[in-house]
């Protein structure tokens, strides 16, 4: 086979309409891991909202929980399209009243907001990944839409972590002179 018909055959595939054209195995990996480990963090979440007592936190944990609820769907649709097998889904976890988890037990709202911040960095390097590697033009703007999600939540937290005390900076440089 020439390369003028290697050419030809994949320009008749990628055709410019993204649903059309057929996912690569790295797409497909991508979909089914980063769906697989979304709906992991939802179970994740709700086990945190109920150790949570401070309410910022609980409305943050509730707006990334229902952002990785929509994310589920979207990419479950591409893989159902494609007919790829969903990976399982984790029981939703029941609402606990905070006060029948025992003090030792439970976690508390500095170390959630620092677990739900680093989900979150984990996030947005997976979203940028998956981007990077895509050739569907529409997988890769799903990833991009949820990279922009995560940073705008990623930027709330950090506020609120800043705002309330609860966030624990690396050692700082300052490089002043002292006379």
């Known amino acids: ?40 963090a939802i179970v994740a979440h709700q086990t945190l ?21 929509q994310e589920v769907e979207q990419m479950e649709g591409i893989l159902k399209e494609n007919e790829v097998p969903l990976p399982p ?13 025992p003090v030792g037990a439970r976690f508390n709202d500095p ?19 998956q981007m990077g590697q895509g050739i569907r033009e529409d997988v890769i703007a799903m990833f991009g839409q949820f990279h922009m999600q995560k940073a705008a939540l990623g930027g709330k937290l950090l506020k609120m972590q800043k705002e309330k005390g609860w966030l624990i900076p690396p050692p700082l440089h300052i490089n002043k002179v002292e006379k």
């Open 111 to 129: 170390e959630i907001a620092a677990s739900l911040g680093a989900d979150i960095a984990a996030g947005l390097i997976a979203c940028s990944k």
């Open 89 to 101: 889904s984790p029981p939703e976890r029941p609402t606990a009243n905070l006060e029948d988890i």
């Open 1 to 40: 086979m020439s390369l003028h018909s290697i050419r030809r055959m994949v320009m008749g595939i990628l055709n410019g309409n993204p649903k059309d054209e057929p996912l690569h195995y790295g797409e497909v990996y991508g979909l089914w891991t980063n769906l697989l480990v979304a709906k992991s």
């Open 49 to 69: 909202f109920n150790h949570t007592g401070d309410e910022d936190l609980r409305k943050l944990l509730e707006n990334v929980m229902d952002n990785t609820k």
